[in-house]
């Protein structure tokens, strides 16, 4: 059973209540809420997400809104990656950066009107953040979180439940791509996306209150292909290459650094944050990058949540950012960010809290 006592504080997301009916077992906070982490059962867990249709209290994404005539103008100053094609409807995964050029967030950006945006945030505070860049650009735009919160449903069954509810259209939605609808007199938006790599949609709730009747009338539509419980799986990710800001990086790691180089343009104006720096770091070359570690050992090992360092022949040369066991390689796998002058196929020393543990670095992702 799990005991926690909500506060506005820490906030419990629309789908809290729902959660513990299921099950909720362990959960995290992230963006000062509450985030369901297990229902007890990580094995199943993991295998419904791979072969079948797992539901996920994503609540804690939250959006950032941007509202007004310069909406548009702020999202593009906020983002090192060229918005000018970004059609209504259409979404598109965009890391922010400070003005050193760090990675300080990776959202979806939904552009839901030419003055209404999302930033649909990963775990840091990017309502300060845009507040103030607006106040010191004198830019005419509203920020806000509005009443907006996602629910995943991920896996190859996913679009067959989602399909059920909504209607076959939700099938022609193109990645990111979503559109606002209504489930049963809810408002929503619908959108295909999702914090995994086995396909999935996610449904944004518009109306906090109705959280538990949502996440019921999927669970529900999803009996006939054994929907069940889950959320963002650590072994899925990290098999599938997906980056967890906050996590993989540190205070100093650029999106060269971590494969988000393709997110970035150098040729947007120079009025958008960071990108002075980004253009001054990708002209210089990186130092570090990010590799996928395959450790020694045929099982399971302790789940790697902190940094661990890497050493080759008494060298400190980086570090593991995360280590879990993945059920389909059948190894203890993570990631590395490490020196650039080390590359795939070499051996290095992880210095693990068991003691120095071997491991072979290869290309991400993994599958
Ligand atoms: N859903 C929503 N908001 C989010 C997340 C989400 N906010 C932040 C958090 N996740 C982290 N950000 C993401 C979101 C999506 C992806 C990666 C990190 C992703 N990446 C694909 C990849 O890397 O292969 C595709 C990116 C592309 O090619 O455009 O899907 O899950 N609402």
């Known amino acids: 059973m799990f005991s926690f006592f909500p506060t506005t504080r820490v906030r419990p997301s629309p789908f809290f209540e ?4 299921e099950g909720m077992v362990a959960a995290n906070v992230y963006n000062r809420m509450i985030m369901p982490t297990s229902f007890g059962h990580p094995e199943a867990e993991y ?3 791979i072969n079948g249709v797992s539901q996920w209290d994503v609540g804690v994404e939250r959006q950032v809104q941007l509202k007004g005539p310069d909406a548009g103008k702020l999202a593009q100053i906020l983002s090192p990656r060229n918005l000018s094609n970004c059609k209504v409807g259409q979404g598109k995964y965009v890391p922010l950066c400070n003005h050193n050029g760090i990675i300080i967030n990776d959202p979806i950006l939904l552009k839901l009107a030419d003055d209404l ?11 300060l953040w845009a507040s103030a860049i607006a106040a010191e650009r004198k830019l005419n735009v509203q920020i806000s979180e509005p009443d907006v919160s996602p629910m995943a ?6 679009e067959d439940v989602v399909a059920h509810v909504l209607g076959d259209w939700v099938r022609t939605l193109k990645y990111f791509w979503f559109k606002e609808t209504e489930v049963e007199g809810i408002p929503v938006a619908v959108q295909r996306s999702g914090w995994s790599k086995q396909g999935g949609f996610e449904i944004y709730l518009k109306d906090g209150s109705k959280g538990t009747k949502l996440w019921n009338i999927f669970k529900e539509a999803g009996k006939p292909w054994d929907i069940g419980p889950g959320a963002p799986a650590t072994p899925e990710r990290v098999e599938s290459g997906l980056v967890s800001v906050g996590g993989d990086t540190d205070d100093d790691t650029n999106p060269f650094e971590v494969r988000l180089g393709k997110y970035v343009d150098l ?12 253009r001054r770091i990708a002209g210089a070359g990186i130092k570090r990058h990010q590799l996928g570690l395959v450790l020694e050992g045929d099982k399971p090992a302790p789940l790697g949540l902190a940094v661990e360092d890497i050493s080759i022949r008494g060298n400190l040369v980086g570090k593991m950012t995360n280590c879990v066991w993945s059920p389909r390689l ?26 120095l543990c071997q491991a072979k670095l290869v290309e991400l992702p993994f599958l």
């Open 330 to 355: 059948k190894a203890n796998i993570g990631y590395a960010l490490i020196s650039s002058s080390v590359q795939v196929g070499e051996t290095v020393l992880v210095n693990r809290a068991s003691g």
């Open 117 to 127: 945006y999302w930033f649909s945030i990963a775990d840091s505070d990017i309502w």
């Open 47 to 49: 295998w419904r997400l």
């Open 267 to 278: 040729e947007v104006g120079d009025d958008v944050v960071g990108i002075q720096a980004l």
């Open 18 to 21: 729902a959660a513990v009916a």
């Open 153 to 158: 449903l991920q896996g190859p069954k996913a």
